[in-house]
C-alpha cells in the first residue's frame, strides 16, 4: 500500500493517487485544492492596445482566453490551452507571451504532483514545481506558436 500525505508518495520517485480518489475528478483528488471544477482562478490579464480586447489567464483551466470588450455585456470568446498553472502575461503586437509556473507536461519518468488537477513536474522534496515555461501565441489566430523552457528562453536573451 502506498501512503498520500499531501499528494507525495512516501514510496518510489511518482506522484501516486489513491484508486478511491480516480473517479473523483480532477479536484477530488487528496491534492486537490479548495476550488471546483467550476472555478477558473483567473490569473495575469493584459489589454489589446486597440483596448477592445482584453486576455485573460484562467490559472486552474491551463488556458488563455479572450475577451470582447466593446460588448455588453463583456463577452467571453475563444479559450486556448497554453502551458500549465499560466501566471503572467506580455502583449507585444500580436504575439502574447504567457509564462506558465507548473511548467511542461509530466511524464512517468518524472515526480509528480497534481496541480487544480493537472500533473505538474515538482521537486521531489518540497514539491515545488521545477519546469516553468513560455507560451507564444498568435492573438490573430488564438493559437499557441512555441512553448519555450528554460533554457531556450536564456538562449534567445544572448
Avoid at 12 to 33: I, L, M, N, W
Avoid at 112 to 119: C, N
Wanted: proline share 3%; hydrophobic share 35%; with cysteine.
Amino acid at each position: 500500500m502506498i501512503a498520500v500525505l499531501g499528494g507525495l508518495s512516501s514510496r518510489g520517485k511518482h506522484f501516486r493517487h489513491r484508486e478511491s480518489d480516480q473517479s473523483a475528478g480532477d479536484y477530488g483528488r487528496s491534492c486537490g485544492t479548495f476550488y471546483t471544477t467550476n472555478t477558473s482562478y483567473p490569473g495575469g490579464v493584459a489589454i489589446s492596445r486597440d483596448g477592445k480586447s482584453a486576455y485573460a489567464l484562467l490559472n486552474q483551466n491551463n488556458t488563455l482566453a479572450v475577451i470582447d470588450l466593446t460588448k455588453t455585456p463583456l463577452t467571453q470568446g475563444t479559450q486556448i490551452r497554453v502551458g500549465n498553472a499560466p501566471h503572467s502575461i506580455v502583449i507585444k503586437g500580436t504575439t502574447a507571451y504567457i509564462s506558465n509556473e507548473g511548467g511542461r507536461a509530466a511524464t512517468q519518468a518524472d515526480f509528480q504532483i497534481y496541480s487544480a488537477g493537472t500533473p505538474i513536474v515538482a521537486n521531489d522534496v518540497n514539491g515545488s514545481a521545477t519546469t516553468g515555461t513560455v507560451s507564444v501565441v498568435d492573438l490573430t489566430k488564438m493559437q499557441v506558436k512555441a512553448a519555450l523552457d528554460r533554457a531556450q528562453v536564456e538562449s534567445a536573451n544572448d
